[in-house]
């Protein structure tokens, strides 16, 4: 026989139990939910334009390991190696002569500060990539800088139309504490993905960590997941 009393009781309960964790579950998506996170008009990506986490600078702080490498652009060489068909090493009037972009992007350091609109001029490196044909193999770059830095990131990041390697910034040379002559920016991953005073981007076939990587940062880096430390 059916029993409305129980029935009601059963309800209540499910009730009462949803109720108690609906807060907590709505804190806590799926790891596949990739809803991304942050405020304001949406940018061209269709992302918030401000990252969760993030605060607007006007200024434009400066980070680096405690040593800015002075490269004359005589000596200046961009090696572009490992799993390539094509190994290159540049120099100045080389890389100045490839296909030159302009882009305006965005900046999102892990340190919580961002910038917006920076107007860059650059070689795409999706454009180097071509120039080298990278093996069917590669899936990941390790990028190197003349102070020892380095920093991974995987393919289907770095080949992204707005990842460039930078000489120019509003209409001036790259100022040497950014990374002058030549940095790479990423404005769609935390900016410590983009090498300054780059020398070196080698292809591999397996990811490698760079030195924040190595160091408890996070390996993918994704500011609208607030993907900062792993
Ligand atoms: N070669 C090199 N590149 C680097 C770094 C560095 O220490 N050395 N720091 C990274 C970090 S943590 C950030 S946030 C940005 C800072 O760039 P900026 O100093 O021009 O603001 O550069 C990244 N690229
Ligand atoms: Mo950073």
Same mark, same amino acid.
């Given at each position: 026989?059916? /029993?409305?009393?129980?029935?009601?009781? +059963?309800?209540?309960?499910?009730?009462?139990?949803?109720?108690?964790?609906?807060?907590?579950?709505?804190?806590?998506?799926?790891?596949?939910?990739?809803?991304?996170?942050?405020?304001?008009?949406?940018?061209?990506?269709?992302?918030?334009?401000?990252?969760?986490?993030?605060?607007?600078?006007?200024?434009?702080?400066?980070? /680096?390991?405690?040593?800015? @490498?002075?490269?004359?652009?005589?000596?200046?060489?961009?090696?572009?190696?490992?799993?390539?068909?094509?190994?290159?090493?540049?120099?100045?009037?080389?890389?100045?002569?490839?296909?030159?972009?302009?882009?305006?992007?965005?900046?999102?350091?892990?340190?919580?500060?961002?910038?917006?609109?920076?107007?860059?001029?650059?070689?795409?490196?999706?454009?180097?990539?071509?120039?080298?044909? @990278?093996?069917?193999?590669?899936?990941?770059?390790?990028?190197? *800088?003349?102070?020892?830095?380095?920093?991974?990131?995987?393919?289907?990041?770095?080949?992204?139309? /707005?990842?460039?390697?930078?000489?120019?910034?509003?209409?001036?040379?790259?100022?040497?504490?950014?990374?002058?002559?030549?940095?790479? +920016?990423?404005?769609?991953?935390?900016?410590?993905? *983009?090498?300054?005073?780059?020398?070196? +981007?080698?292809?591999?076939?397996?990811?490698? @960590?760079?030195?924040?990587?190595?160091?408890?940062?996070?390996?993918?880096?994704?500011?609208?997941?607030?993907?900062?430390?792993?």
């Amino acid at each position: 026989m059916e /029993d409305p009393d129980k029935l009601a009781r +059963i309800v209540e309960a499910r009730m009462k139990l949803k109720a108690r964790f609906e807060a907590k579950m709505q804190d806590t998506p799926s790891v596949a939910d990739t809803r991304p996170q942050g405020t304001g008009k949406l940018n061209r990506h269709g992302m918030p334009e401000v990252p969760v986490g993030q605060t607007i600078t006007q200024k434009w702080p400066v980070l /680096d390991l405690g040593y800015q @490498p002075d490269v004359d652009l005589t000596r200046w060489r961009l090696i572009v190696d490992g799993a390539v068909e094509n190994p290159v090493r540049l120099t100045w009037q080389d890389f100045m002569a490839l296909p030159q972009t302009d882009d305006t992007s965005d900046f999102h350091c892990v340190t919580t500060w961002s910038k917006l609109d920076m107007r860059w001029t650059g070689v795409r490196l999706m454009d180097l990539a071509s120039l080298v044909h @990278p093996r069917d193999k590669a899936t990941h770059v390790l990028c190197y *800088g003349y102070d020892t830095y380095t920093t991974n990131l995987s393919l289907e990041e770095a080949l992204k139309p /707005d990842v460039l390697l930078v000489h120019t910034f509003e209409d001036k040379p790259l100022p040497q504490e950014h990374g002058g002559p030549v940095r790479m +920016i990423t404005p769609q991953l935390y900016a410590w993905k *983009g090498a300054k005073w780059i020398k070196r +981007i080698q292809f591999l076939t397996a990811d490698q @960590p760079g030195f924040w990587e190595e160091r408890g940062y996070s390996n993918t880096a994704y500011p609208w997941r607030n993907d900062r430390y792993s």
